[in-house]
């Protein structure tokens, strides 16, 4: 600010140092704090220099020079240092003063009184023996700091260096099990593949699973089909008679013959008209229908067959992998690490 004219430092400057002298009259006096535009600079600078009169007439020896407002527009110069020094000097006064340092206010004159002069040694005497008190506090507090944190900083670097050391030890045996690696599995397959795989056999068992459960569904059927002993079942509480006939039974205990007949052949004319006339045609049609519904049965129970053979080939090329897995886990020792890999029949034949 003093080497080059520099204005946005001036007003922050001078705003701290009045701020610090007396936080209450500033906000009072400075109502366009902070000047963020220029109206607001121009009405700041005549705050403050109607601020600095009432300071000069407050404090008798402030001894702030005078200067005009076109001088802080691009603060800098002989008057605008001198002026700057003169209010610094004032606030680190009455700050000290403040805070009750008054000894450090007055300065040492050279005095033909020897009393005064004495009182004056002695007081510097004071105030250097408490001055070294102090800063030899402060320098063995650090030495102890600096102890500390060398020993930290010691212990720090030998961890660091052993646990470098076990890095490099780590790097070599991973290095040798690799290359142990290579030569035991020259053509061991890239995870991506040994994952493409897993799926395929997550698929092929819930299809297996699908098949195995409409396998077991269709033989159910099978059975009952070829079993001789289809016995109907009556549930006097499940029974669902029609309507024409069922006042007959709900109404009366005992059965009447004639009324049931007379219900049952009404029941009878009413369906008979629902029921197609059993033609030429509609027999011949309802026979190639029959015919087909065979074959097609036919078709479904030797694909159902096949299926069920090809199923049965999964799961034996599945049981012998996963034995291979078995064997493999019941050998190995608890601290080992063993990596099976599942081959073809074809690669196992090699």
């Not at 403050?48 to 527009?73: C, G, Q, R, T």
């Not at 320098?139 to 010691?154: C, I």
């Not at 026979?287 to 096949?306: A, G």
């Amino acid at each position: 600010m003093f080497v080059k004219n520099n204005k946005a430092a001036f007003f922050e400057v001078v705003y701290y140092l009045l701020n610090i002298l007396n936080p209450v009259l500033t906000k009072q006096k400075l109502t366009t704090w902070p000047p963020f535009e220029i109206k607001r600079e121009i009405k700041f600078r005549g705050e403050v220099l109607k601020y600095i009169n009432e300071l000069n007439a407050f404090y008798d020896n402030a001894d702030i020079p005078h200067i005009m407002s076109s001088h802080l527009i691009s603060p800098g110069g002989f008057k605008f240092t001198k002026f700057m020094l003169k209010l610094s000097q004032l606030v680190v006064y009455e700050h000290l003063r403040k805070t009750e340092e008054l000894d450090i206010l007055y300065c040492p004159k050279p005095s033909k009184n020897i009393t005064l002069t004495k009182a004056n040694i002695n007081n510097l005497k004071r105030k250097s023996a408490m001055t070294e008190i102090e800063t030899r506090k402060i320098f063995e507090e650090f030495e102890s700091y600096h102890f500390q944190f060398n020993e930290k900083a010691l212990l720090t670097d030998n961890e660091l260096t052993e646990l470098n050391r076990q890095i490099r030890e780590a790097k070599q045996r991973y290095a040798i099990v690799k290359e142990e690696f290579v030569k035991k599995y020259p053509s061991y397959p890239s995870i991506n593949s040994l994952e493409e795989k897993i799926g395929v056999l997550k698929r092929q068992w819930e299809n297996f699973q699908e098949i195995q459960k409409l396998f077991d569904e269709c033989e159910k059927l099978l059975l009952y089909l070829n079993s001789n002993e289809l016995v109907l079942e009556h549930s006097k509480e499940e029974l669902k008679l029609p309507n024409e006939i069922l006042h007959v039974i709900k109404n009366r205990k005992e059965l009447n013959l004639i009324e049931f007949f007379q219900s049952l052949n009404t029941l009878l004319e009413k369906k008979a008209l629902e029921l197609p006339n059993p033609t030429n045609y509609f027999i011949s049609n309802n026979k190639e229908k029959v015919n087909e519904l065979n074959d097609r049965y036919t078709e479904v129970n030797n694909i159902l067959f096949e299926n069920m053979k090809e199923v049965q080939d999964t799961l034996d090329k599945l049981s012998r992998k996963f034995k291979v897995l078995i064997d493999l886990n019941i050998r190995s020792e608890p601290t080992d690490e063993v990596l099976a890999v599942l081959l073809d029949d074809s690669e196992k034949s090699k």
